[in-house]
């Protein structure tokens, strides 16, 4: 038995993916589908590892039937974190027969795996032979298909549309994975083609274990962060719903509307509550959240996120050309001026401005404080 401090640590981040995609799934926090999706992804990752480090440990080598069990989902991994990507992202998402698409080769190729085995131990009948102690196709499936998930899902992140600020959380922690994920995919891809060209895949596992390793981690990261950090989603149908009540009712006094809720907003300066929501603006205002977002999306043609952030964005560049905010940091002042988060600050900012905030203050010639 080869046994060492990184195929320890390893096992034990492969056990701890598995414990964390159970409480995904049994303790959700969320949209479930959400819960779901990631739970499938680190189960996914984890016992690919998992078996590698086994295998590595001489542990699966003294029961073959065990060896040949298919424990490798190299082809699920892109597919998995393409579609947990659009769940966070796109509120209308729902897992139906589009998503099972992307999974179909993967489930192709498990069965045959399946088969393989079935036939190894029991009809010798060798159809399958060709994936007999042969992990090439999959490796090599497995790069192609992570590197075309790679390029769609950060077409999901990188896409342009009105978003929340709860999306604008979402997307930047769906950012944080997709960066996490890009380093252990080159890891896996730099080896894998190493091993490929020069060794024709029998380098021992040990040379994998700086990607075993790092994968651990994602693994412990991916859990913890996954379950505790709560993503807001909107429902397809209450989405659609809302749309269609907003776009089915006319106002009659439009324009003497726009310009109270103006009024509000200049005076009372409601977008300076972090908290603030419909509801609240509703009240500070003194129509129903209804007829609030009528008048945004038939008078100003804006969300209510826009709508309020933009009043933000204007309120900072007020704040940071005064004197007396000059030795003030910039999250000080988006503080001040109604963001709730760094992140979701430096969105907007550049969305609404098209530079950073630290780029606008030098722009301005402004004494910059970070």
């Known amino acids: 038995m080869n046994f060492n401090i990184f195929n320890f640590l390893s096992i034990m981040g492969a056990v701890q993916g598995v414990i964390f995609s159970l409480v ?51 082809l699920m991994i892109g597919p998995l974190l393409y579609l947990y990507t659009k769940s966070v992202c796109a509120p209308s998402y729902i897992f139906d027969s589009n998503s099972i698409k992307h999974l179909l080769p993967s489930f192709i190729f498990l069965i045959a795996r399946i088969f393989n ?7 010798e009948v060798g159809i399958f032979e060709m994936l007999n102690d042969n992990e090439k196709p999959e490796v090599i499936l497995g790069v192609i298909s992570m590197s075309i998930y790679a390029f769609m899902t950060f077409r999901i992140i990188n896409a342009e549309e009105e978003i929340s600020d709860a999306d604008v959380m979402n997307r930047i922690w769906m950012k944080k994975i997709i960066y996490g994920w890009a380093i252990g995919w080159v890891l896996f891809a730099t080896l894998s083609f190493i091993d490929l060209m020069f060794y024709d895949f029998e380098r021992p596992y040990s040379d994998y274990y700086v990607l075993f390793l790092y994968l651990a981690f994602v693994i412990y990261w991916l859990g913890l962060k996954g379950f505790y950090e709560r993503v807001t989603h909107f429902t397809k149908e209450s989405l659609v719903v809302e749309k269609e009540k907003i776009s089915t009712i006319k106002s009659t006094n439009l324009q003497s509307e726009m310009e109270t809720l103006q009024k509000v907003m200049k005076e009372n300066k409601p977008y300076l509550n972090p908290e603030l929501n419909l509801e609240k603006l509703s009240e500070e205002v003194g129509f129903s959240p209804k007829k609030v977002s009528v008048i945004l999306n038939q008078g100003f043609e804006k969300s209510f996120y826009h709508f309020i952030n933009t009043y933000r964005v204007e309120e900072f560049k007020n704040r940071i050309s005064q004197s007396e905010n000059q030795n003030l940091n910039l999250l000080t002042v988006a503080y001040d001026s109604g963001f709730n988060s760094k992140s979701t600050f430096n969105y907007i900012f550049k969305k609404e401005t098209g530079v950073t905030p630290l780029q606008y203050k030098k722009k301005m010639n402004i004494k910059a404080v970070v």
């Open 24 to 74: 995904l799934i049994f303790f959700p926090k969320g949209r479930k589908s959400s819960n779901y999706l990631l739970s499938a992804l680190i189960a996914c990752i984890a016992i690919t590892m998992g078996r590698h480090v086994l295998l590595d440990m001489h542990i699966l080598q003294r029961h073959p039937l065990l060896e040949s069990v298919p424990l490798t989902y190299l």
């Open 117 to 123: 085995m079935l036939d190894q131990f029991y009809f």
